[in-house]
């Protein structure tokens, strides 16, 4: 197989049918020798059966069916763990990003490149969505002691040696796209103009991104837990010398220090950030136990037009 296309599918039925003829006729100006892998993540508007239908014509098509919803980032796995290809391309469903843009980024591939990430020039989205993924990026390169572009969405095009090397992790909770920058193999980027979605709107409310950003942060790096002891000793320093003057200020000047209102605010300060780091804790704690139980992050329910692997 010269080249696999993962497409996770949710909540744009009306979406399946223009982006699979849009595939086809992009994809065949490069190689007959393809095959596009269109994962179905519990989509509740039964984008099932329309991947059932571009099934049904094309045999190139494979479908394959999650037994339940179990997030993007585990039906992205799913899609990039059955692919074959010599090459592995992910695009998201909703044709944000164009897929004709594939013949770009496969000839910059071939310049020995293993991974070409595809920046969006001109984002259709919030500018409240844009200035906060900006920031959140921000704060995950510190976190992550490295650099991800906010402009970088999920598409791109992966040789086959990095996405083996890609499954080979044994990390059940694995983000594809920050984990390939993350890798370090030869990358570089290309932008496009983005398009506006075709049908529905994002399915990642404020609370689904907050969970996201979490689960990629402490996924990757134990620096917030390092973050909080510096916190702590920062805190006990000024706090000592806080007493200390207060001690200077009783002999000297005299009188009992007043301010109950001072102190209330700075223990219940201190109380919040004790709470704030336990939580903290508690994260890689609850991360820990998921890795031990060593389940499946997914069940596959069907596949058309393949086999099980």
């Known amino acids: 197989m010269k080249l696999s296309v993962v497409v996770p599918v949710y909540g744009c039925p009306g979406a399946v049918e ?12 490069i190689t007959e020798d393809y095959e596009i892998i269109l994962v179905n993540d519990g989509c509740p508007k039964n984008s099932w059966s329309k991947v059932e239908e571009v099934c049904k014509i094309d045999k190139k098509v494979v479908g394959i069916n999650l037994s339940r919803n179990f997030g993007q980032v585990n039906a992205t796995n799913a899609g990039i763990e059955y692919s074959t290809g010599e090459y592995v391309v992910l695009l998201d469903c909703d044709l944000q990003d164009p ?107 404020l609370r689904k991104k907050i969970d996201l950003a979490i689960d990629m942060i402490t996924f990757q790096s134990n620096k917030p837990l390092l973050f909080f002891i510096k916190l702590g000793l920062t805190i006990g320093i000024l706090a000592v010398m806080y007493i200390i003057y207060q001690f200077i200020v009783y002999f000297v000047v005299g009188g009992a220090p007043s301010g109950w209102m001072s102190l209330i605010a700075v223990v219940s300060l201190l109380g919040g950030i004790q709470l704030v780091s336990m939580g903290v804790i508690g994260i890689y704690i609850g991360n820990i136990f998921n890795e031990t139980k060593n389940r499946k992050s997914y069940f596959i329910q069907e596949i058309l037009n393949g086999h099980e692997k």
Not at 19 to 27: A, D, H, I, M
Not at 183 to 196: D, H, L, N, P, W
């Open 18 to 29: 223009p982006l699979y003829r849009r595939l086809t006729e992009t994809l065949v100006q």
């Open 99 to 205: 897929p004709e843009a594939i013949l770009q980024i496969y000839r910059e591939i071939q310049r020995g490149y293993d991974i070409v990430f595809v920046g969006r020039k001109d984002r259709k989205d919030n500018p409240i969505v844009k200035f906060l993924s900006k920031q959140f990026y921000h704060v995950y390169n510190y976190m992550v002691e490295g650099y991800y572009n906010s402009d970088i969405g999920n598409f791109c095009i992966v040789r086959r040696k990095v996405v083996d090397e890609y499954c080979s992790l044994p990390e059940h909770n694995k983000c594809f796209t920050t984990t390939l920058s993350w890798m370090g193999y030869r990358s570089t980027v290309v932008m496009i103009e983005a398009e506006e979605r075709l049908e529905g709107k994002s399915s990642y409310n």
